[in-house]
């Protein structure tokens, strides 16, 4: 049970793992904590995450961990340091929610659900005295500091010692997080990099010389949705860096978007930002060389056509032979030299990442550099920030929910140390 003998009293403002990681370490220091957040309830995003099964984490050691936060590898590292893989499956555990590692190194828990662990989350927090304010949003400070909130009962005024925000970024708005606190924070003297979306989908552009951009009509009707797998994925970013994964992504009505694509998301989103388009190669069959690929292309097939031929060849049918019709000429088809180089290297154009809103995640936000070693920030000493709203960004596969309940830790003590202190 907490130390109910502490005066101080901190409000954390959202409830996603962040404002809960936040909440918790707070309440176990002893601190008076009230949570507040502009919905019904809490934690919505990190249902929705566990919809199709709740990727906690990933297994993989560090520093290979640390590499998947890009550039901002280095600050991340050091919340990891308080609070990694490994310990996010032990406190799962201690909420009485067993984990295990799939095929891929992604940790899930046995049942693969979001909502069990949740309700047991929150029922400890409780049982730690934090105390739970719904449908109030936050609308920044009054003139003497005192933290403005908007209920359905109009707006109010609360105070504390300490405020912890972890308000989400700007994806999926409709569950809370839209990105309404960005001028505030900018406001309060902090450095606000923009918001742009990570772990995206992207628009096609024309998918060869003379065709309109995007997929043809026949396409886009007959494969959107579908899967592409095996395939492997290989860009360059800006700065060389080059980028060359196998795994699977999903046609879309306007280009392509899952898993793979997500990997490859800040690469290609940076790379367009520059030249006003990202071109991206896929290998139709990672699994065979380009030697042998050229050998079956060029092998006498007789009175079929190529098509034939390619399927019984190479299994090259639907899905994948659509692909290289959109973006070979008949001629080019005809050709099987240059029809064995495409299926290595099939070309595609990206020409702009899709709305912020549809992201899974969000790039941008309060700068690293606005903050100290506890995400306290300097302009404004007692307020703390963490999880989506801080500027950086890291693929799916546990990597998010991991960073953003660790950057939880690190705001939610750094608090209770800035209270305990009597700053």
């Not at 793979?260 to 790379?271: I, T």
């Not at 307020?383 to 890291?394: I, K, S, T």
Request: hydrophobic share 45%.
């Amino acid at each position: 049970m907490p130390n109910t003998s502490s005066p101080r009293r901190a409000i954390v403002i959202g409830g996603g793992p962040a404002g809960l990681m936040a909440a918790e370490r707070l309440a176990l220091a002893g601190v008076s904590v009230d949570l507040y957040d502009a919905m019904a309830s809490v934690g919505r995003k990190f249902l929705l995450a566990g919809k199709g099964g709740l990727n906690l984490t990933h297994s993989e050691a560090r520093p290979d961990f640390d590499t998947r936060y890009y550039e901002r590898q280095a600050g991340v590292a050091a919340w990891l340091d308080r609070f990694d893989g490994e310990a996010l499956r032990a406190w799962t555990q201690g909420l009485g929610v067993e984990t295990f590692v799939g095929s891929s190194g992604r940790v899930f828990p046995k049942d693969m659900k979001a909502a069990p662990l949740l309700r047991a989350w929150l029922s400890r927090l409780r049982g730690q005295g934090v105390r739970f304010h719904m449908r109030h949003r936050w609308l920044g400070w009054d003139e003497a500091g005192g933290v403005r909130l908007r209920s359905p009962d109009g707006e109010s005024t609360a105070t504390a010692d300490a405020i912890v925000l972890a308000l989400g970024g700007a994806s999926w708005p409709q569950l809370g997080s839209d990105g309404q606190w960005a001028p505030l924070l900018a406001q309060a003297g902090a450095a606000v990099a923009p918001l742009r979306a990570a772990n995206c989908g992207f628009d096609l552009g024309a998918p060869r010389e003379g065709a309109a951009s995007g997929w043809s009509p026949f396409f886009a009707e007959r494969f959107a949705g579908q899967p592409v797998k095996p395939v492997a994925l290989s860009a360059e970013g800006v700065d060389g860096q080059r980028f060359s994964r196998q795994g699977e992504f999903v046609v879309t009505a306007s280009g392509i978007e899952g898993s793979l694509v997500y990997a490859a998301s800040a690469l290609l989103r940076e790379r367009i930002a520059r030249d006003g388009e990202a071109l991206v190669h896929l290998d139709l069959l990672p699994g065979r060389d380009a030697a042998w690929v050229a050998e079956q292309v060029a092998h006498p097939r007789g009175s079929r056509s190529m098509s034939s031929h390619l399927k019984s060849r190479l299994n090259i049918e639907g899905l994948k032979a659509g692909l290289l019709h959109e973006v070979l000429t008949k001629e080019a088809y005809a050709d099987a030299a240059v029809l064995a180089r495409t299926l290595k290297a099939l070309p595609l154009r990206l020409v702009a990442a899709r709305p912020v809103a549809e992201a899974i995640s969000t790039a941008g936000g309060v700068t690293l550099e606005s903050l100290d070693e506890r995400l306290m920030l300097k302009a404004r000493p007692g307020v703390f920030v963490a999880g989506e709203m801080l500027d950086w960004e890291a693929p799916t596969g546990g990597y998010l929910l991991t960073a953003s309940m660790a950057s939880g830790v690190v705001a939610g003590e750094g608090a209770a140390a800035f209270l305990a202190s009597g700053a």
